[in-house]
């Protein structure tokens, strides 16, 4: 069930491949592929029974994507697509995860890559990403959404392929994610979850299960539930949020890019958003982590604290099914893994009395 392979046997080859007749592509587009998608869909009723829920949730594991998170899908696109045109130079401003799927793909496809990174404000694995993967990696005194801008400005020179959400290819990428929960679930969920930041996932899957809907894939639409970051929620906050700030790097954004794909998902889905603080996320992502063995990152987790919300607010009715799309992998952020645990390891002499002891045996 959580397959999407064809029975055949046939080799899973990404997600141009695998839902070609839904995006912009022809057979001139040199597809660049690290077979991402084909994420597996996990049923987590630990977690539901621990919040106290009467449900099912099931968390789409966009972690376990080549670059560990969910950027892979519209990296594909983007890159491919500027292959097509034959770009040298991909840029992207980035939280983090951005720039390492643009610097993984561009890799792939011998181009150049430049990316720009708030200086200080990114967890250290998409460093390590962005480092190892080779891209010209630029570290801006400032925030994400002042590195945007300046990206944008280099857009324009035409010199430079922006391979930011801003490219809308991008969004047609990250929409086979909706593709895929409908085919491993079987039918289309009753409620999405997901955390919101610069707010293309958000527009990318609502598109993804209206496209599905209208081919008659499904029968109906899920509603669209979205979380932001109490120190960085400008969509729920209703205005932009000069000096974002939370524990969730990866959805630091005060003015979020596709902020009205967000309205308009959460308009025509009868959906909702809200915010969570530090405090509730840090909770959610130990709490999936030791319910159900699910490492997540901590922007991945807002929405799990959301749902929380939603459970006490009596908002889910009983017997729903849910999704959540889990963005990101928590081996992205090794520092707040280890804060957040809340112990160290026992130190102890090389015996087998000592360990004993720690154990209480
Ligand atoms: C990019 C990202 C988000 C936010 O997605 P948006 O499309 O910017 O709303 C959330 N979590 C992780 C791990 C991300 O990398």
Known sequence: MNSILPSTGERWRGVIHAYRAHLPVSDATPVVSLNEGNTPLIRVDNFVKAIGGEFELWLKFEGLNPTCSFKDRGMTMAVSKAAERGAQIVICASTGNTSAAAAAYAARAKMKCVVLLPNGKIALGKLAQALMYGATTIAVQGNFDEALRIVRELGETGKVEVVNSINPVRIEGQKTASFEICDQLGRAPDFHFLPVGNAGNITAYWRGFKEYKASGKIDHLPKMFGFQAAGSAPIVDGAPVENPNTVATAIRIGNPASWEGANCALKESNGFID????????????????????????????????????????KIPMGSVISATMTGHGLKDPDNAIKTAGFEPFVVEANKEAVMKVIGL
Request: aromatic content about 4%; overall charge negative.
């Open 275 to 314: 915010k969570v603080t530090d405090e509730e996320i840090l909770d959610a992502y130990k709490l999936i982590a030791r319910t159900d063995g699910i490492f997540v990152e901590p922007a991945s987790a807002a929405c799990l604290a959301g749902l929380i919300h939603c459970v006490k607010a009596g």
